[in-house]
């Protein structure tokens, strides 16, 4: 595995290297169905002359575009955040060394939450305003767009939004059950690219994580099993021309498993829950109900960290990897949904949180278990470049 470096962009303009000395640390929280933050930490102090020194430089100025890359060890670059500064925090101490400025910088669904307005759509199903709203945006990426459903009325097809673009985008999510709306980074600096769709199906070349062995890259993993979350979900509606009444039932274990089996294959006794009120005549009732039970089934909840320099690799929300903690059920295919990047002048630390739908079939009685290595220790020889 190679060194851990990052690189950062002002304004689309790569940061020169006295520009990374005044930088401490960056934290980068990305999450799922949230916008992204990053914190960038630049110590400051007081000269001779009684000022503050280091809290008024150029791209630390509000909506100043700032871009954070990082290549995890495998050579390739990959972009945590790009977006407007939004604020600053201000720490300041007697104690020398103690005093700071938190630059606070979110994703670009930030620019896509300052104006509120009320607009009428006419003739469009929600993921199609979804793509007129990241045009109109002129995030400089191509939008990601999974269509939705039709409306099940045709005379209805019309949408009234209120609100920022945003909220509008997370609204349509909503009421679609399992779509989502959010930003990634682009592939250059100063593009984002604005996503609505659904989660993924599968792994998309993240590495694999392992808890064992010669290859363990993860230091732990903590898994929660709610055996109360996953559901059958009914619903019914009435028809707007009174032509009767339309239901729709489905259970979590009709949508895609990223395992053999769902947590709770062996439980008969499967709990019911009705789709909460609410829907608009826009919903197609059977994609609504699906859509709840599918997002009903995540019932392992995971959280975790990557051990220094042996995951070369970095993580992010909306895509699937797959992790073995040694012969367990829970050895199977987790979605992420949230990751805390630290990155400082000596150390990347990447922790998780993750979510999963399905088990590894049980493991055998007479399995073997791993013998156990000489050393409880993990040795590594790594060179860091952080600037």
Not at 105 to 111: G, R, T
Request: glycine share 6%; net charge negative.
């Amino acid at each position: 595995m190679g060194a851990v470096e990052y690189k950062m962009f002002f304004d689309g303009t790569a940061a020169t290297m006295e520009q990374l000395d005044k930088i401490e640390e960056v934290a980068v929280d990305q999450a799922v169905d949230r916008a992204w933050e990053a914190r960038i930490k630049i110590p400051v102090c007081v000269n001779n002359d009684g000022k503050w020194e280091g809290e008024d430089e150029a791209w630390m100025k509000a909506f100043t575009r700032i871009r954070v890359e990082v290549n995890a060890g495998d050579g390739k670059f990959v972009p945590l955040i790009d977006g407007p500064v939004v604020g600053f925090d201000s720490a300041r101490s007697s104690q020398p060394g103690k005093s700071d400025v938190p630059v606070v910088v979110h994703d670009d669904s930030a620019l896509l939450n300052r104006e509120a307005k009320v607009e009428v759509k006419e003739g469009l199903t929600d993921s199609e305003i979804a793509e007129q709203i990241f045009l109109a945006a002129q995030l400089g990426g191509t939008p990601d767009i999974q269509p939705t459903p039709p409306p099940p009325d045709n005379k209805m097809n019309s949408a009234v939004l209120r609100g920022t673009p945003m909220q509008c985008l997370r609204d349509l999510a909503k009421r679609n059950q399992d779509w989502h709306a959010y930003v990634l980074p682009g592939l250059l600096p100063s593009q984002s690219i604005g996503c609505f769709k659904q989660f993924p199906t599968d792994t998309d070349g993240l590495p694999e994580m392992s808890m064992m062995g010669a290859d363990r890259n993860i230091a732990n993993f903590n898994v929660n099993n709610k055996a109360t979350g996953p559901t059958t979900v009914q619903a019914a509606t009435l028809g707007i021309d009174h032509s009767g009444v339309k239901t729709a039932t489905s259970s979590y274990r009709d949508a895609t498993l990223l395992g053999d089996e769902p947590p709770d294959a062996k439980n008969t006794n499967q709990s019911t829950t009705l789709l909460p009120p609410g829907q608009t005549d826009r919903t197609d009732l059977d994609q609504a109900v699906k859509g709840a039970a599918a997002m009903s089934g995540f019932a392992l909840q995971a959280t975790g960290n990557i051990v220094p320099f042996c995951y070369p690799a970095a993580l992010s929300p909306y895509r699937w990897v797959m992790v073995k903690i040694s012969d367990s059920q829970f050895s199977t295919k987790y979605l992420i949904t949230n990751v805390k990047h630290t990155l400082t002048r000596s150390i990347y630390t990447q922790n998780f949180s993750m979510q999963g739908n399905a088990v590894s079939a049980a493991a055998s009685s007479n399995a073997s278990t791993p013998a156990p290595s000489a050393s409880a220790g993990v040795s590594f020889n790594v060179q860091v470049s952080i600037f």
